[in-house]
Each structure stands twice: as structure tokens, then as C-alpha cells.
């Protein structure tokens, strides 16, 4: 193995044709699918599903990709350190609930790295994405919470896939509500303050399972619900709809404005927000820094 074949094996999964991928290479065709047979005779596992259409990654692909791209991330952070040098992009994934914390302290990583080629993903997504996302190594780390409702399923899903979850802070539920909401003159709300409001969540999609949930209590009965994919929905229509969300009280004005407000809520509960990593992989040193950056923010 030769982090040359890995470069090529990723190219040819990024752009679905060894045909496109051999262009982008400037090498030979012929040459491009040698280096790849090579790359699977030594591994004895087919990497991709060849066929008219293009070709595609095969279960196994997937994942030996995932560590191919650590390996390439690695070298380039390598090469930069020492040589001052890089010839490919630096590469960064994470997958998140919505917490506008891990998006500031995603900014202050790139502050860090940026001044290089790079290609950061912030993913801001489904839990059960995000689980699936770092077991595939689709992203080196993943953002969630547990607690006493969720954290049976959510444990189990992560022993199934064998991942780790390391606790960063436990917050007391809050609420997210519209500066000019007819409940921000209180300082502590309650649920039965936000019953004649609309509640907003986000979609969890074909894994729509309290157990899943962003926010906490959501078995809890209400009239008016409104689920979104995205938190800039959700801001819009908390101030347009006098809705509310349930959460960890963490905002920053700077990322979000200053139209959005926490209040503590009066309940028996809580938050345990911490990252997801894959057990038998050791951290990259972007992804340490990462986390660290991320203490630093929260």
C-alpha cells in the first residue's frame, strides 16, 4: 500500500468514474485501475462495484476509504509541519446535533488550520446519522447527548457499531424562545408556561423515535407541533410563530443574534452532551484539537 494508491482509490470513490478520476490524476487509465487491483489484492477485498453506469463503493469500500482519507490527512498534516509544505487539502468531518457551540468552536478550527488548502464539513444532522457517520468514518467525530429517557438505545447504538461517547458538560434543559415572546419576561418557565405554544423539533427522519429526538420530553403532549430540517428554520419560526424549543441553553449572539433567548426550564432532567469517537481508532491529531478547542468554547 502506497498513500499514492489511497489517493487514487479516494478519487475514483469522489468522482464515481475511473475514467474522470484518471483526468483528474493526469495518469493513464490503464494505470489508474492497476494501482487500484493492486490495492484490493492486498487487502483481498473489492473496493468498488464496477459497471456501465460508473462505479460505486462497496460495503468494504466504504470503509477502508474512511481510513484511507485518515491516512491522507495525516500525511498532509505531516508534510505541513515539517516542510511547510502540502500538496492536497487538508480534510476535516463532523456530524452534529444542532448546537450552535460545536459550530463556534468548528469556526476557531478553522482559524487554526485555514491558512492552507482545506475541505472542513460541518454536518449538522440526524442522531441516528451521526452515529452512522462516524461508524463508517464518514466523519472523525460525532456531537450528542444522552440522558435517563435516551441513554438505553443510545448506548446500545453505540456498542453496535463500536463507538465511544466521552461526556463534555451536563446542562439543565432550557428553552429557546423569541426575545419578543409573550414568555421572556419570565425568568423560569415551566411546561405548562409553553403549552399554548408551538413546539419545534427537528426531523429525525426514517429513525423518528422519541429515543432519537434532538430535544428532551418529547413525549410530552402538545397541541401544535412544527418539525424542521435546519436551525435556521427553526429560529425563523420561533420568532414568526412564538414557538419554543427544548435545549441546552448554549447560544451563541454572535453565530445566531441576538433575537434568541434562553430560559431556564422547571424540570427534572437534563442534558449530557459529549462526543462520539470509534473505539479502536486513535483520534487524529485536527480531530484532538478539535475536541480541545471545543472545552475551550463550552
Known amino acids: 500500500m502506497t498513500l499514492k494508491q489511497l489517493h487514487y482509490a479516494v478519487t475514483v470513490a469522489e468522482t464515481g468514474s475511473f475514467t474522470e478520476a484518471a483526468k483528474r490524476l493526469y495518469i493513464a487509465q490503464p494505470s489508474l485501475t492497476a494501482a487500484i487491483r493492486e490495492l484490493e489484492k492486498e487487502y483481498q477485498i473489492a473496493l468498488f462495484n464496477r459497471s456501465k453506469k460508473g462505479v460505486q463503493l462497496t460495503p468494504e469500500g466504504n470503509e477502508f476509504l474512511g481510513y484511507a482519507r485518515q491516512l491522507l490527512d495525516q500525511a498532509a498534516l505531516m508534510e505541513a509541519r515539517y516542510t511547510g509544505m502540502t500538496e492536497g487539502k487538508l480534510r476535516f468531518h463532523i456530524s452534529s446535533q444542532h448546537y450552535s457551540f460545536v459550530v463556534e468552536a468548528f469556526v476557531e478550527l478553522l482559524k487554526k488550520y485555514g491558512s492552507g488548502k482545506y475541505e472542513f464539513h460541518m454536518r449538522e444532522t440526524q442522531t441516528y446519522e451521526i452515529i452512522s457517520d462516524v461508524a463508517h468514518l464518514r466523519s472523525e467525530i460525532g456531537i450528542l447527548y444522552l440522558n435517563k429517557f435516551n441513554e438505553t438505545v443510545i448506548r446500545k447504538a453505540l456498542r453496535d457499531n463500536q463507538l465511544s461517547f466521552t461526556p463534555l458538560f451536563r446542562a439543565h434543559p432550557h428553552v429557546f424562545i423569541s426575545i419578543h415572546s409573550p414568555l421572556a419576561h419570565k425568568d423560569v418557565l415551566t411546561l405548562e ?85 470509534p473505539q479502536a481508532m486513535r483520534p487524529s491529531q485536527i480531530t484532538a484539537d478539535y475536541i480541545e478547542i471545543l472545552k475551550a468554547v463550552i
Open 193 to 277: 408556561d409553553l403549552r399554548p405554544y408551538p413546539r419545534l423539533s427537528y426531523e429525525q427522519g426514517s429513525h423518528n423515535s422519541f429515543y432519537y429526538s434532538e430535544e428532551i420530553l418529547s413525549t410530552v403532549e402538545c397541541d401544535k407541533e412544527l418539525v424542521v430540517c435546519d436551525r435556521a428554520t427553526l429560529f425563523n419560526l420561533l420568532i414568526g410563530m412564538n414557538g419554543y424549543t427544548i435545549c441546552s441553553g448554549i447560544i451563541n449572539d454572535e453565530l445566531n443574534g441576538p433575537n434568541i433567548i434562553a430560559k431556564p426550564l422547571d424540570v427534572d432532567d437534563y442534558m449530557e452532551i459529549g462526543y462520539v469517537l
